[in-house]
């Protein structure tokens, strides 16, 4: 009876204007099918549908307006007391940074969950961050670069994920003309788009809570792996397209949020891949040490002529640099490339936070005579390797805190914090030192290892744990919301029930 009600208001609907649309939101004509479902039954797979309930598109508009309502608030009260009030001594600069941290923690906290999912996923994570930030911003980094950003830059610096000004500088002066920060945020959208298009693809193999039960293990490890992927996707495609945006509106080049995690072979290198703008924060504020001492673009112009001086014997000379390091992706310094990456010559990381200078002479260089002599020096005697354990320890309690940081997000956007996530990033620090400890120990049959047999090891212990990250996702209908958003926005028929695409098992 049911079933005839529908199709009868269905038939009335068509009657009466305004009640049946015809475009979508985005302006473009209806379709009757949904072209990727009927695609998938043409090929022979089974399509389940199951309910779902509509996107709360207006509470997400009115959500959207007020996170960027307070992060400009925010970031307007940050400039003020950092150029204003935090200068007159270290007590109120303390103050300040404790301040301005309690509230961009306390802000989830105090304005609750909205039901709007993805919103609400991004409100402890960005407040989490930007409470690292603003004490790389008050403590680590010096006055004076601080004081030389226009107050775009400083938002930017507080509330997204910029390059660094020495990057862009090191850029000018090896290309010898300076990009145009706009131009350059807007020839990463086709990568947006892409990624968009790959996220719309992966929703239809998210299954929904109530046809996971009886679901075969393997399967439900499969389908969490499509979802380990669309995450990626989705991270990519909002966190790239909302930086992006923001660097064409304030004029400020954005770095990327990940280096292409899915090209790497081994653990260690797919966590050094994976949103540099959260770890490449949690590695400096976290394990950085104290204020830093950076070096002058003029000084680092210096080092760079020094060791143009010493490129005859570069490569080996590199190599000798780098034979004291752990190859630990979460304890070296992030702007570094580990040896799997090793192309020639070392270089800056793209969009990390840069490292801490060490001490030099007082501006953070060197005379070129004896910085010449050291690398010398450095090429015929490299430097021993440092203790592995120390590393080890600081590389686990990076993933634990990482886990924490997100035992914090599902907390504040899914209800619930039962430790899944934590295991999930502990076991992946443990499985990092793992590697590392094996290659440090047994080299030679570390290189023997074939990049195919890499690959399995890597994706097979990801099959096994990735739903420790992806159940909690599952269960709680984060992807079955986003769903219902994807049929608000594509040029389908409003659709009163999701569809699910079975290619694994029944």
Known sequence: MAAVNDNM???????????????????????????????AKQAGFRVAEYDLPPYPLKLAGIIGLRMMAFMFSSGALAWFLYHFVAKRSPVLNYGCLGLLATMLLAWPEVVGRSGVMLLDFWRPALGFRSALLVWDI?????????????????????????????EIAERTREEGFERDP????LKGMPKVIIEGSILLLTLYVIPPAELTVGMSRVAYHAYCDSLGLSILMALALFGDGLLKSLGILFGVEMADMFENPLGTTNIRLFWSHWNRAIA???HRVVFGGGRNS?????????????????????RAQQLAQ?????QLSETEAETGKTDDEDEGGLRHRKGAIKPM?????????????????????????????????????????????SGIFHEHITRNTLGFANGEN???????????????????????????????????????????????????????????????????LLPIAPRKRGSFIYLFGN
């Open 138 to 166: 008050f403590h680590i980094r010096t006055r004076e670069e601080v004081e030389s950003w226009n107050p775009f830059r400083f938002f930017c610096h507080l509330w997204a994920f910029p390059k660094e000004e020495e």
């Open 322 to 326: 780098r034979q004291h390091m752990d």
């Open 294 to 314: 950076k070096s002058s673009v003029r000084s680092q112009k210096k080092k760079a002529d020094a060791a143009a001086v010493n490129k005859k014997g570069g």
């Open 357 to 401: 200078t060490p001490a030099g002479n007082g501006n953070g260089t060197a005379n070129g005579s004896e910085k010449t002599k050291a690398a010398s020096q450095q090429q015929q005697q490299p430097r021993k390797k440092g203790p592995f354990y120390p590393k080890a320890i600081a590389a686990i309690a990076t993933f634990a805190m």
């Open 182 to 185: 706009r131009w350059e945020n």
């Open 9 to 39: 208001w269905d038939k009335v609907s068509k009657l009466i204007p305004g009640a049946h649309p015809t475009h979508s939101i985005l302006g473009f004509k209806l379709l009757e099918e949904d072209p990727v479902i009927a695609l």
């Open 280 to 282: 490449s924060v949690l």
């Open 422 to 488: 934590f295991i999930f990033f502990v076991l992946n620090g443990v499985a990092t030192v793992a590697s590392t400890w094996f290659k440090r120990t047994f080299p030679k049959q570390n290189e023997r290892i074939p990049t195919w047999l890499s690959l399995i090891l890597l994706h097979t212990f990801f099959f096994t744990v990735i739903p420790l990250f992806c159940s909690p996702f599952i269960r709680s209908g984060f992807f079955t919301q986003m769903d219902a958003l994807k049929y608000e």
